[in-house]
């Protein structure tokens, strides 16, 4: 069987999902890329404390979250970065509420990576939201290098994922990322300065 061969019935499950049919079609589709979700949340959640989620409902948070929107979703990799967007999203969002409630002065603590080795670093609430501002900056510039980024560090995109999801060569996708890393380590360490 052949890659394509599997990635059909992902492909028309996607296109049933986005066109709102019925429930079970949502269902298949959760199935065939939940492993695939719970692995990048965990990653997300690799160094948290113990009162913060469990990968399983970070999945289940982000599936809640996720919209099919307008563009249509041709393979996996449109749906992953449809997830890493959503991911991204609920973790900030998450973050924001927690430093909102100041009465307990309780922060939490993400893991990503932005080293060339993939190596995670926790960020607590505030560098987090640091990151994502960062990321917000950097995207109005370069989108692409931008997009690179935030698909290899919250939608767990090896290489040869992320070139072809944003349909650029791994050459190119191997160079955005390193300037992308560049330039938020730049600009995170303005951040805390």
């Known amino acids: 069987m052949t890659s394509s061969d599997r990635s059909e019935p992902l ?9 709102a049919q019925p429930a079970h079609m ?6 065939a890329v939940y492993g695939e979700l719970r692995r990048v949340a965990a990653q997300r959640l690799a ?7 469990t990968p399983t409902e970070l999945v289940h948070e982000t599936w809640l979250r996720l919209k099919p929107g307008d ?31 100041k009465r307990h002065g309780h922060m939490q603590t993400i893991t990503v990576s932005l080293a060339e080795d993939g190596g995670g670093r926790s960020l607590d609430d505030h560098r987090l939201l640091d990151l994502d501002r960062a990321l917000d900056a950097l995207a109005l510039e370069y989108p692409r290098a931008a997009a690179a980024v935030a698909l290899r560090v919250f939608g767990g995109l090896e290489l040869d994922e992320l070139a072809a999801a944003l349909e650029i060569s791994l050459a190119t996708a191997k160079r955005d990322l390193a300037f992308g ?13």
């Open 71 to 101: 563009a249509p979703l041709a393979d996996r990799n449109a749906f992953l970065r449809l997830a890493s967007v959503a991911m991204r999203n609920l973790l900030v969002d998450q973050a924001r509420e927690r430093l909102a409630q």
């Open 47 to 53: 160094g948290e404390s113990p009162a913060s989620w």
């Open 181 to 193: 890393r560049a330039w938020l380590t730049d600009a995170l360490k303005g951040a805390s300065a």
């Open 26 to 31: 949502n269902e298949r589709l959760m199935k």
């Open 11 to 19: 492909t028309a499950w996607l296109r049933d999902w986005q066109q």
